[in-house]
């Protein structure tokens, strides 16, 4: 387990090392409990391209020393392999911490919309990017997510990731992070966690095979399975999604929750209803992210938080302005009313007479204090549908006891057992809806059906298919009994577009996170929910950020002629009404009923049914205690700015990454016969190259026989149609690669370009410059060895009269590049090799120059985290006693507080420098 730790890491990224007799590139110089784990990879030829990791308490691991580097003359056409080598350690040394823009904001195949940069740019902004990620449905969080994590591998700070989602997202979050950004993510769910325990000893940790992955929250919440390779692992970046199920302390997601949030550096929660309305329950989130931003989490306000929160929705004024036509307005919310049968209204006779309250009763005559909900649970049912019900009155029965209740359930069981398909007003209305839209036998339209009963769910899709003339393989049914691999394989099958599929019926399961909008624009709702929030998230799965057409939506609302019966436009028409206006002038729903959770929400509603007051009552009666912060909070954390997110300097000396990647093919793989029209490279993957792909789907892998011809791009117009056309094939998974800075390919040619080069040597270049100019790296770093201070730099006048030059104008000035022209002619190395010790220590004090620089600008950012820690650490002692059980909780905070500190010394540069000769640049006469 890793821990702090007093001094730096005496080994920078990028750092050469010699351990047994062979020359190793430091990866990551990490402290553990005795001495310091090295990851490295293979640099001289026995060990080339192999990982290996030392233990500095074991091993003789002896650093390189850049004043014994070795001028060498570089003989490759244009100086390519210089060029190359310079390029690859610009690529390989991480972004320094200090740096807060986005370096990478444009390099991906998705829109540039700055409303999904901002949480980038939110999260860099901290002492560790940490925060929640509160968009309404629709804003595309995924994207958000993906844009944060791409930053923090330049930064060095995202190579063990790890990505928790409910089950049926896992392939859309898994594809979404690879088309997109070339983020490898190895899904990790039932077939995928059997692959691996196949592939390793028993006994050994899962989390440690792969370095990226993607698991569901209802697996990894086995901490008896899991918990103890949790316990033994640290992430750079852990990633929560529908984050708003964590909050319920002492439950297993809860628990898993606070130990990965312990276990790593970087936190994104993610969740478009991030609260329950409770101002305590949302700092137990909050906390997850930073312990010491809540001193009493019943009273605490929005700007105490603002570094770690983020929302918006479709109508905050940054997201409206950008998305513009791109997104369709939702269609209006159409309430289709549908005339209850006679053997229907026999039940609302019976439920309205026996069980439900009425004006002369109070709770019918089988009402007790024990059984007032119930009733309401059989009108739910009933409401959904007669088979619903008649599953319910069946598990009553089975455990009453009482003869009374007996003798009304039977009733009731009787009832509905004299209904037939043709007897239900709803399921007729629903099939004439579906021709209507054009959702048919030989018909291309495609509709989601929602209904929150699984015995409706079945009925319906036994039912209802041979009446639209639909095969039943055009049907597919989804709800939270069928298993991960099925949810995900039906989400995927509804989103292809030559797949035959034309009826998706789902339960909620489908209501958070999935996207059904690809193929799919009309939503029927069979039953309504008496929740605003489940109303939304359901309609949000095809109101969403990539939508072509409007979205339709439309409700099967059952009426009846009985006196006082609790039809749907008691309850479900009014709730559609409100979400469709909540949604409209506010762009969410959630803050009309003020409970922020979709039971909590309806367990209000049937409260107030049952103390006797509308819906229209429930609904606009004063806000709970506490309500007014948690509305300013939701309201108040969108950034307010106009300007674009700050950019960071991303120094490279190729004009593009493809100038690097076709240079680097030509020159350190010659071999390779690449097939290459001026958009697409086609060739075989090497054995090693193959390795890198592991992590992705073995079924894509096999489809596209990757392992046997890998076809990439960096045509992005290229890449984003055949993403398109991926969707109208039998796999979402396009079978060309968009070729982004993070693809695998171009980290293996960075690691292919920097093994080239033998132990401590500089090429020569020869270039116009009018004397030696000695380039150079020099990186000061943290303890935990993430760069803090990073200098490029070209130091020329050696020995007498040193200048330190910014080493990309040199570059500039001396015309490096693919034009150059190498003669051969032999540079006269006897001459620089005594200026390389001069090089270097100038250097030295150039780069102690600029760690004093940051020093005082350090001093000046932790003033405020410092006056807020103790402001934090006062407040939550002042409340808790000094002795009995109010000492461990005073040790808690003390602890909490001295983890602060240490966290904010972590910006801070500790030990000595790392400084690389790169290379030597002389005149054309030299």
């Known amino acids: 387990m890793t821990i702090a730790h007093p001094q730096a890491t005496p080994f920078a990224n990028g750092a050469r090392i010699e351990v047994r007799d062979a020359e190793w590139m430091v990866r990551t110089c990490t402290p553990v409990e005795r001495g310091y784990m090295v990851r490295a990879v293979g640099v001289s030829e026995l060990v080339r391209d192999e990982d290996a990791i030392f233990f500095t308490d074991i091993e003789d691991v002896r650093p390189l020393r850049p004043e014994d580097t070795e001028p060498v003359a570089d003989t490759t056409p244009a100086f390519a392999r210089g060029r190359l080598y310079l390029e690859s350690v610009l690529r390989r040394t991480p972004l320094p911490q200090t740096q807060r823009g986005l370096a990478l904001a444009d390099r991906f195949l998705l829109d540039p ?49 790890l990505v928790v989602t409910p089950q049926q997202v896992l392939e859309q979050f898994q594809h979404e992070l690879w088309t997109r950004f070339a983020i490898p993510l190895v899904r990790l769910d039932s077939v995928g966690l059997e692959r ?44 929560i999604d529908e984050s708003h199920n964590l ?30 309305g409770n101002a305590e329950s949302f700092a137990q989130l909050v906390r997850l992210l930073d312990p010491a931003a809540i001193a009493d989490p019943k009273n605490y ?27 369709p307005d939702r269609g209006p919310s159409v309430a289709v009313r549908c005339p209850a049968t006679p053997k229907e209204e026999r039940i609302f006779e019976e439920l309205t007479q026996v069980w439900l309250d009425g004006p002369e009763r109070t709770g019918g005559p089988l009402a007790g204090p024990d059984r007032r909900l119930f009733p309401y649970t059989l009108l739910k049912a009933f409401l959904s549908s007669h088979v619903a019900l008649a599953s319910t009155v069946g598990r009553r029965l089975k455990n009453a006891t009482e003869p009374r209740e007996i003798e009304a359930l039977t009733d009731l069981a009787a009832l509905t057992g004299a209904m037939q398909d043709k007897d239900s007003a709803k399921r007729r209305a629903l099939i004439d809806k579906l021709e209507e839209i054009g959702v048919g036998g030989g018909k291309a339209t495609r509709a989601v059906v929602f209904s929150e009963s699984v015995p409706t769910l079945n009925w319906l899709t036994e039912t209802v298919p041979a009446e639209l003339g639909l095969r039943p393989d055009q049907v597919l049914l989804m709800h939270g ?60 799965r095809i109101d969403r950020y990539g939508q072509e057409h409007q979205p339709q939506f439309h409700a099967l609302i059952l009426t009846s002629e009985i006196e006082g019966a609790k039809d749907d436009t008691t309850v479900a028409e009014k709730l559609l009404r409100r979400e469709e206006e909540a949604h409209r002038s506010l762009g969410t729903a959630e803050a009309v009923t003020r409970e922020f959770t979709a039971k909590k929400e309806e367990d209000r509603l049937i409260k107030d049914l049952l103390a006797g007051k509308t819906v229209e009552q429930s609904l606009d009666e004063a806000p709970p205690a506490g309500f007014d912060f948690l509305a300013d909070l939701m309201g108040s954390m969108e950034q307010n700015t106009q300007e674009p997110p700050p950019s960071a300097p991303d120094p490279k000396l190729f004009e593009s990454t493809e100038a690097f990647v076709r240079e680097a093919l030509r020159t350190v793989v010659p071999g390779l016969r690449i097939d290459d029209d001026g958009e697409l490279l086609a060739f075989e993957p090497p054995p090693d190259l193959i390795q890198r792909m592991s992590a992705l789907p073995a079924s894509y892998l096999r489809r596209h026989k990757v392992h046997e011809r890998m076809k990439v791009t960096f045509n992005r117009a290229l890449a984003q149609r055949k993403l398109d056309e991926a969707r109208r094939t039998k796999t979402m998974w396009p079978d060309i690669a968009y070729l982004s800075d993070l693809h695998p390919m171009v980290e293996w040619l960075v690691d292919k370009v920097q093994v080239q080069l033998v132990r401590q040597q500089a090429p020569v270049i020869t270039a116009q410059v009018d004397e030696p100019a000695f380039l150079l790296q020099g990186i000061y770093s943290n303890a935990l060895g993430q760069p803090l201070v990073v200098e490029w730099m070209a130091i020329d006048g050696l020995p007498h009269c040193p200048r330190v030059r910014d080493m990309f104008e040199v570059l500039a000035e001396a015309g490096v590049g693919p034009q150059m022209i190498n003669t051969l002619r032999p540079p006269d190395l006897d001459r620089l090799r005594p200026l390389v010790r001069n090089a270097v220590e100038e250097a030295r004090r150039r780069l102690d120059a600029r760690r004093d620089e940051h020093a005082e600008q350090v001093e000046k950012q932790l003033s405020g985290p410092r006056e807020r820690l103790v402001d934090w650490e006062q407040t939550s002692l002042s409340g808790i006693p000094a002795e009995g059980r109010g000492a461990r909780k005073r040790d808690d905070v003390r602890d909490t507080a001295d983890q602060q500190r240490r966290l904010m010394e972590s910006i801070r540069t500790t030990g000595e420098p790392l400084l690389r000769v790169l290379a030597v640049l002389v005149p054309h006469d030299d």
């Not at 439950?251 to 609260?275: I, Q, V």
């Open 113 to 161: 919309l700055t409303y999904q940069q901002r949480p980038a740019e939110l999260a860099l902004q901290g002492l560790r990017p940490r925060i929640l990620l509160a968009d309404v449905v629709g804003l595309g969080k995924t994207l958000e997510i993906g844009l944060i994590l791409a930053e923090l591998i330049r930064r060095g700070r995202g190579e063990r990731i």
């Open 196 to 239: 691996i325990q196949r592939d390793i000893p028993a006994g050994r940790n899962p989390f440690l095979f792969y370095k990226r992955a993607i698991i569901s929250v209802d697996t990894l919440k086995n901490q008896g399975k899991y918990g103890q390779h949790l316990e033994n692992m640290h992430w750079d970046a852990v990633v």
């Open 247 to 276: 909050i319920n302390e002492g439950n297993l997601r809860n628990r898993l929750a606070k130990l990965l949030a312990a276990h790593t550096d970087a936190l994104l929660l993610a969740s478009a209803t991030p609260h329950n």
């Open 301 to 327: 306000s929005a700007d105490q938080i603002k570094h770690l929160y983020l929302r918006r929705t479709k109508v905050s004024p940054e997201v409206r302005d950008q998305i513009g036509g791109r997104w």
């Open 481 to 540: 009994g069928i298993g991960d691999q099925e949810q995900q394989r039906i989400v995927e099958e509804f989103s292809l577009q030559d797949s035959e599929v034309r009826l998706l019926v789902t339960g909620d399961v489908a209501s958070e996170g999935v996207n059904l909008h690809r193929q799919c624009h009309h939503l029927i709702h069979y039953d309504l929910p008496w929740s605003l929030i489940r109303i939304e998230q359901r309609n949000g």
